[in-house]
């Protein structure tokens, strides 16, 4: 597709169950990034590759959070044991190149954790 | 870490009004980006500013990397009701790699 596309849109889990959410960024994209947007908020920096390598994972607010792109294309945010303040939209964004600030966006996929 | 603080946080203006919102830093920032945000959506970026001082526009949309690099504002002139939603600053600091910092956000709302 033409933009970062992210799935599901909307996930609901019960706490203590386990989520992955899915990025397809823009064909050809170095970079990829994970935000992470609670409600009312701007969005925070969860992890940044690029191609394959996880170049930053600082972000990450507990070891429950796994972020992976095997083949330096599509990636998986993987949150473990899922607790209510998990709950906010994921957003993934990608760029051309490795110092390329100019991120594209995904729509986000927004996760309640009940 | 590097925290932004941007204001106002909310705005309700009249429809061919202008709109200015800020940011500051409290560390230097090498670049200095705003997003337009709508609900459902992801941020859109509006304009990107890369110099000290740089002011750059994008249709009725102006933006200024301030001297001392630890702030940025952006302007609206003549707001339509598209302009509706949520606008955010975002920098990359000098240490921070590939990743923005961002602000909390204003939401700007335009009674038609």
């Known amino acids: 597709g033409a933009g970062v596309s992210q799935s599901p849109r909307y996930k609901v889990a019960k706490r203590g169950q386990d989520v992955a959410l899915r990025c397809d960024p823009i064909?050809?994209?170095?970079?990829l990034f994970w935000y992470q947007q609670a409600l009312g908020q701007g969005p925070e920096f969860l992890t940044y590759?690029?191609?394959?390598?996880?170049?930053?994972k600082s972000g990450l607010p507990s070891d429950r959070f796994f972020a992976e792109r095997p083949e330096g294309s599509v990636s998986t945010l993987k949150i473990q044991r899922t607790q209510q303040e998990d709950s906010a939209v994921y957003l993934c964004?990608?760029?051309?190149?490795?110092?390329?600030?100019?991120?594209?966006f995904g729509q986000g996929t927004r996760l309640t954790v009940v | 870490g590097q925290q932004l603080n941007q204001s106002p946080q909310s705005m309700f203006i009249q429809e061919g009004e202008d709109v200015s919102m800020n940011c500051t830093s409290s560390?230097?920032?090498?670049?200095w980006l705003w997003y337009k945000q709508e609900p459902g959506e992801g941020p859109v970026l509006l304009i990107a500013?890369?110099?000290?001082?740089e002011l750059t526009s994008n249709g009725r949309l102006t933006a200024q990397f301030g001297i001392t690099r630890k702030d940025s504002f952006l302007n609206i002139s003549a707001s339509i009701p598209s302009d509706v939603g949520i606008y955010f600053c975002?920098?990359?600091?000098?240490?921070?790699?590939?990743?923005?910092?961002f602000g909390e956000g204003t939401q700007l709302t335009v009674n038609p």
């Open positions: 964004a990608s760029s051309l190149e490795w110092r390329n600030t100019e991120a594209f």
């Open positions: 064909s050809g994209h170095v970079s």
């Open positions: 590759f690029q191609n394959e390598a996880q170049l930053d």
């Open positions: 560390s230097i920032f090498n670049t």
């Open positions: 500013l890369y110099k000290a001082g």
């Open positions: 975002a920098g990359q600091g000098e240490t921070s790699g590939s990743r923005l910092t």
